[in-house]
C-alpha cells in the first residue's frame, strides 16, 4: 500500500503557491436528481446525477512579510473577478493532479489574541477539470 504524505499536496494558483499553507483540500460534487417512480423497487427512491462541480480550499499562516506569494495577491483576483488555472494535487513525478479554470470565491483572515494570524482561501472550479500526471 502506498500512502502520500498531505504536505505533499499543493493548489496552486497560474504559477505561484500562497506562502503559509498548512492544509489544502478537494470537493468533488454533482447534483443529484431524484428518478424514483411507482416502478421503482420496493419503493427505494433512485437516483441519477447531472451537473459536477469541484471546490478547493486551503489554509495556512498568514505572513505578510513573506518573499513568496502573499495572500493579498490572492485577495487581488477576488476583488478583480480574475480567472485563474489551479491546480489540485501530487507534486512528485507520476504523482495526479487537477488542472482547471477557477475563481476565487471566498478568503477569511483570522487574527485571535492568543495565537498566529491565519488565513483560509475557497476557489470554486468552472467548467470541467482534466487530470493530469506530474512530470
Not at 496552486?12 to 447534483?31: P, S, Y
Request: net charge negative; hydrophobic share 35%; aromatic share 8%.
Amino acid at each position: 500500500m502506498s500512502y502520500q504524505a498531505g504536505y505533499k499536496t499543493l493548489i496552486k494558483i497560474d504559477t505561484k503557491v500562497l506562502c503559509g499553507r498548512r492544509n489544502v483540500g478537494v470537493d468533488f460534487n454533482a447534483d443529484m436528481a431524484e428518478a424514483t417512480t411507482g416502478e421503482s423497487t420496493n419503493q427505494w427512491k433512485e437516483y441519477l446525477p447531472l451537473f459536477k462541480g469541484m471546490e478547493m480550499s486551503m489554509d495556512g499562516l498568514y505572513d505578510p512579510d513573506s518573499s513568496g506569494e502573499k495572500v493579498s495577491d490572492a485577495i487581488i483576483l477576488l476583488k478583480n473577478g480574475t480567472l485563474c488555472t489551479v491546480y489540485y494535487g501530487g507534486v512528485v513525478a507520476g504523482d495526479e493532479y487537477e488542472e482547471a479554470s477557477a475563481y476565487i470565491n471566498h478568503i477569511h483572515i483570522d487574527g485571535p489574541h492568543d495565537d498566529l494570524k491565519s488565513y483560509t482561501l475557497d476557489i470554486i472550479v468552472t467548467g470541467e477539470p482534466i487530470t493530469k500526471t506530474v512530470t
